[in-house]
């Protein structure tokens, strides 16, 4: 079992930057495969980038080069720095953990889900 918590999220102007954390308060993340997805006003949600237990990373096209995912197992935290934010980056982000393997850029390959942190980016 595994509880996630993100937090950092708020308001930024354009070309701003934030660092969104995902830290467990119960079980340990460096089993997993750590995922970020977010979420748009009117869209479905969808994947932002993950990291996997060797911290082989993968981005989505829209973040790749502005966006950069980490992970401390020793603090089991997983963090998403975003730079270069744009309006459309403005979303509910939320981390998640898979056991699974695979391409992992799916909702339904992930087991725990965090709360979601809003980011808001304006123009």
């Known amino acids: 079992q595994v509880q996630l918590v993100e937090s950092g999220g708020g308001v930024v102007q354009t070309g701003g930057s934030l660092r969104l954390s995902c830290a467990a308060t119960?079980?340990?993340?460096?089993?997993?495969?750590m995922g970020w997805f977010r979420q748009r006003p009117g869209k479905e949600r969808e994947f932002v980038a993950l990291?996997?237990?060797?911290?082989?990373?993968e981005y989505a096209d829209s973040v790749k080069g502005r966006f950069t995912i980490s992970r401390d197992n020793a603090q089991n935290t997983v963090y998403l720095q975003m730079n270069s934010l744009k309006p459309e980056d403005t979303a509910v982000y939320y981390c998640?953990?898979?056991?699974?393997?695979?391409?992992?850029?799916?909702?339904?390959?992930?087991?725990?889900w965090g709360q979601g942190t809003h980011v808001f980016v304006s123009s």
């Open positions: 998640a953990a898979s056991l699974k393997s695979g391409l992992l850029r799916e909702e339904v390959q992930y087991n725990y």
């Open positions: 119960e079980g340990t993340l460096s089993s997993y495969t």
């Open positions: 990291i996997r237990r060797v911290t082989w990373s």
